[in-house]
């Protein structure tokens, strides 16, 4: 467990020569693109100011922002872990609403800008471990769902929460093809939504998020596998029953509801014990819940995970 309660260094003051590079990347996006095209790649690389949080810092080498930003999965643009960077360019992150109903007093529909105006922006350094078995240390900005659940009130009906990533073939042509069912749709139970791990997400770097990275918000709940996280969530939804989520449906027997990180027990096609952090030549030892045991353990108190996968 590498989290302390002791003051870190910004990432914004150690990495100066990543930041650097992924303005420079935004120049030539913004210099090769159309005059459409380039308020948006102008936009991706603002800053959004953001205060540390302390009680969540870690240790680890953050991943370098090169790997964060063009190695990723987003199917809605491409399999491929180098194709989101190319294609997500055609993604519109303005004006953007984010609705969220079902199981609530006061549904809602959030104006992206007002979003992010809704809770205090922090700056949180998490570990992301993918089912793929690779993993990165991202300086993370945002702030905890909760913050905007309680906006809606939950009624008491409310046990689960339901994320929808937007669906339009038009800016997504991943989405031209049936490789999930669109719109991709995640899920947690209300419990692991409202926990203060689990963060609505809008930047990372000191910036507001790259369009490859889910913009211009989406969630990162990191004692879960990657795809647990919906980029460009455009519906929040409270629920009865559990979602079906696009990876349930995809492979029942691969790809569990709860899908935390647990080293014991293995993808049916691959182990789950180890994993390789983007950067590093060696494997390292995966950990229970990704290293958040301590904080996340007693969720699933009584729980068989080795069925509850
Ligand atoms: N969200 C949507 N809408 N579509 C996706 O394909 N991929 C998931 C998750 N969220 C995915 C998604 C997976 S498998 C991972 S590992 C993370 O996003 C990757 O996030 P990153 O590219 O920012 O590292």
Not at 209 to 226: D, F, S
Not at 277 to 294: H, I, M, Q, S, W
């Amino acid at each position: 467990m590498k989290i302390s309660g002791k003051s870190v260094i910004p990432a914004s003051e150690i990495t100066p020569r990543a930041l650097f590079e992924q303005r420079r990347h935004f120049m030539q996006l913004a210099l090769g693109a159309s005059a459409g095209l380039l308020a948006e790649s102008v936009f991706a690389g603002e800053k959004l100011p953001a205060t540390l949080s302390e009680a969540y810092g870690l240790t680890d080498k953050l991943t370098p922002l090169k790997d964060v930003t063009q190695y990723n999965n987003f199917y809605e643009f491409d399999t491929s872990k180098e194709g989101p960077a190319k294609l997500a360019g055609s993604l519109k992150t303005r004006p953007w609403t984010v609705s969220v109903e079902g199981e609530v007093r006061k549904p809602k529909q959030f104006d992206i800008d007002a979003l992010l105006k809704l809770a205090p922006m922090q700056e949180r350094i998490y570990r992301l471990r993918c089912v793929e078995a690779w993993s990165m240390v991202i300086p993370w900005l945002g702030y905890p769902l909760a913050e905007l659940l309680k906006q809606v009130e939950p009624t008491s009906e409310a046990r689960f929460v339901e994320f929808v990533s937007l669906a339009d073939p038009e800016q997504m042509p991943g989405q031209r093809k049936p490789v999930l069912e669109w719109p991709y749709r995640e899920g947690l139970r209300i419990d692991e939504a409202m926990h203060p791990l689990a963060l609505l997400i809008f930047g990372l770097y000191g910036e507001m998020l790259p369009n490859q990275n889910g913009a211009p918000v989406r969630m990162v709940v990191p004692w879960k596998y990657g795809f647990k996280s919906a980029k460009s969530i455009v519906k929040i939804r409270l629920l009865k029953q559990p979602p079906v989520t696009s990876w349930m449906q995809a492979g029942p027997s691969e790809y569990g509801f709860y899908a935390n990180v647990n080293p014991a027990v293995d993808h049916p096609r691959w182990s789950q014990a180890k994993e390789r952090r983007l950067g590093d030549f060696l494997k390292r030892p995966t950990l229970p819940f990704n290293g958040y045991a301590e904080q996340v353990a007693g969720l699933y108190v009584g729980m068989d995970l080795t069925k509850n996968f």
